[in-house]
Nanobody
Framework: QVQLVESGGGSVQAGGSLRLSCAPS????????MGWFRQAPGKEREFVAA????????YYADSVKGRFTISRDNAKNTIYLQMNSLKPEDTASYYC???????????????????WGQGTQVTVSS
């Protein structure tokens, strides 16, 4: 079992920035593909971004392209989600997720990710 610990959520005005962090407890992040999903009240969990275990493949939802950047620092055993130009519609709980490096399912479906963090709240006010 992989335990994921997220940090960095908070409240910000539209146009502001936040950086989320995620680290697996007791595991080496370099062994996992990593991703971020988000879920707003009354809505389904949706894909935000993902990065392969090598860092060579990166994927973004269309709604965040050009504004969010996913990155990984294997030396610090941490992945990040830098969120710029935040909009009120970005308000949601953000979840870090992981799966084994050998898993080849699609990145966009939450059912393809077995390990999840507890979530961190991001609130963007207009």
């Amino acid at each position: 079992q992989v335990q994921l610990v997220e940090s960095g959520g908070g409240s910000v005005q539209a146009g502001g920035s936040l950086r989320l962090s995620c680290a697996p407890s007791g595991r080496t992040v370099s062994s996992y593909n990593m991703g971020w999903f988000r879920q707003a009240p009354g809505k389904e969990r949706e894909f935000v971004a993902a990065v392969s275990w090598t860092g060579g493949r990166i994927y973004y939802a269309d709604s965040v392209k050009g504004r969010f950047t996913i990155s990984r620092d294997n030396a610090k055993n941490t992945i990040y989600l830098q969120m710029n130009s935040l909009k009120p519609e970005d308000t949601a709980s953000y979840y870090c997720t992981a799966r084994d490096y050998s898993y080849s399912g699609n990145y966009y479906s939450p059912e393809e990710w077995p390990y999840w963090g507890q979530g961190t709240q991001v609130t963007v006010s207009s």
